[in-house]
């Protein structure tokens, strides 16, 4: 039998902010209503690299962005240390940007109410090495659900090895809810 | 431990053309198709979905779109405008872009007969809530391309499956469902 792809992880614990949280049999966690979930002990020596999937919609966030930090035994590295690329195209507008000096990694934006997926990867989060990022979103601009493709590279200075993330949905008064499962690529 | 994908077999296929069969595996290999529907393999075990297919389509010039449709008990669903699209095409230095509404979305678009490939992310189309996906692909016009694109479905249905039809004459290819484990 070939060895699989990747294996799916569970956390050895998690945190959140907002209505609730919980993990599930296999390892995946499902969230309501949270403005930040934390998943700890994701990462380990096990595997350098890592993919995670998402499915989720935000509400009351007319505006809202969702990003990640990295994560060291229950404390987000949230330090000015993370750089951003980012493409959006929207409808015959495609735009790119960067930002230096930025406090997390840029997920994709959320519009309210509107079903979204992600495709996260993480390049040696648990190496005391620099992280690099690269995700991949569909995220459906406004209320008509039109799509917006948005790709976003990212990447983190600092040599630290860290465990777990923390998801945010940035903007007074917004949340959001869904599913998120994290997989080590075999190596 | 449980691994991150696992195979989706359908537990069904149709299709209009010359062949097309479950194999071993739980991939699907079709010969020559105007169209070809799977059933069901998206299930409650998952949410998210990776399709992996390779294909090609007979020559020709200009843009040769590859659509899809979801999929319920054995019907597709193809309301009018339901479907909207995006893409953007990179060639050589330059980027284009639009937004399309529909009956059935565009996954990818080919120029001319190479097999090529692509794979389309799909999140939550069992669920019954709206659909996302997010096929990324490779294009060949002038030599090479990149073609993405990022639809969603705006009918809040559960669906089993999806159908593949062509602007083409017919589509030939294997295409492998899996589910992300949860």
Known sequence: MPTASGILIEPTSIAYTGTSATIGANGSVTFTACSSLSLNG?????????LMVAR??????????????????GTDASAANYTEQYIIASSTSVSAARGTSQTAIRVANISPGQDQGEIMYLYGPFLSQPTAARNVSVWPYNTTNDPT???????????????GVTFLCEGAGNNFSGRVTVYGMRQ | MKAMLEVCTPTSI?????????????????????????NGVFSANYDNYQ???????PGGAGGLQW??????????????????????????????????????????????????????????PYLSQPTAGRPVGVNSQSGAGIYEFAFTHNQSTSYDGFTLTTAATSMTGLLTVFGFTQ
Not at chain 2, 14 to 38: H, M, P, Q
Not at chain 2, 73 to 98: E, L, P, R
């Open chain 1, 56 to 73: 989720w919609v935000g509400v009351n966030a007319p505006s809202a962005v969702m990003k990640y930090r990295l994560r060291a035994s």
């Open chain 2, 67 to 124: 659509f899809m449709r979801l999929r319920s008990s054995g019907t597709d669903n193809s309301t009018a405008s339901s479907y909207t699209y995006q893409y953007i095409y990179a060639g050589a230095t330059t980027i284009t872009a639009n937004r399309y509404t529909s009956d059935k979305a565009t996954l990818w678009g080919v120029y001319d007969a190479n097999e090529l490939g692509f794979t389309t992310y799909y999140f939550g």
């Open chain 2, 51 to 57: 399709v992996v297919l390779r294909g090609k389509t």
């Open chain 1, 149 to 163: 493709m948005m790709d976003v590279a990212n990447t983190h200075s600092l040599s630290t090895s860290y465990d």
């Open chain 1, 42 to 50: 994701v990462f380990t020596a096990d595997y350098d690299n890592y």
């Open chain 2, 14 to 38: 149709s299709y209009s053309g010359t062949s097309a069969s479950i194999t071993g595996d739980g991939g699907v290999e079709f010969t020559a198709c105007s169209s070809l529907s799977l």
